[in-house]
């Protein structure tokens, strides 16, 4: 994931935590190499669950 991707992205999750579904927790994360496959990036955040079930 480029700069600009996660940038996006981080927009994206800012949106959805200013609307309460989403936790503001992003975490960064380097993916395990596959079979044929390097550099995976990843960002994991968590769901406001409190918000779902309402």
Sequence with gaps: MNRWEAEEYLNYVNILATQNIL???VEF???EELQGVEG???LRVSLNLEA???
């Design 23 to 25: 936790k503001n927790d």
């Design 40 to 42: 995976l990036k990843a």
């Design 29 to 31: 994360v380097d993916i």
């Design 52 to 54: 779902i079930d309402n």
